[in-house]
């Protein structure tokens, strides 16, 4: 996995789809450990306004990395 990933690319928080609380959620997303774009917010940092909740859930499997 080559990190980090392009600037232009959202980051994955890798909270449960659905999940508005500001804390740590108990339960994390089952692909955090193998996502790219949730694991590239170790190496870049973070920046809020390119990170989302949930990327790889539901409909939106296609953003998983």
């Not at 789809?17 to 500001?22: P, Q």
């Not at 949730?38 to 990395?65: E, N």
Request: aromatic residues 10%; contains cysteine.
């Amino acid at each position: 996995m080559n990190l980090p990933l392009p600037t232009d690319y959202d980051r994955c928080l890798a909270h449960p789809f659905g999940y508005t609380r500001r804390a740590a959620p108990l339960e994390w997303c089952h692909l955090r450990d193998t996502c790219a774009r949730h694991q590239t917010i170790k190496v870049d940092g973070f920046c809020p306004w390119i990170a989302k909740p949930c990327l790889c859930s539901d409909d939106r499997k296609l953003m998983y990395i």
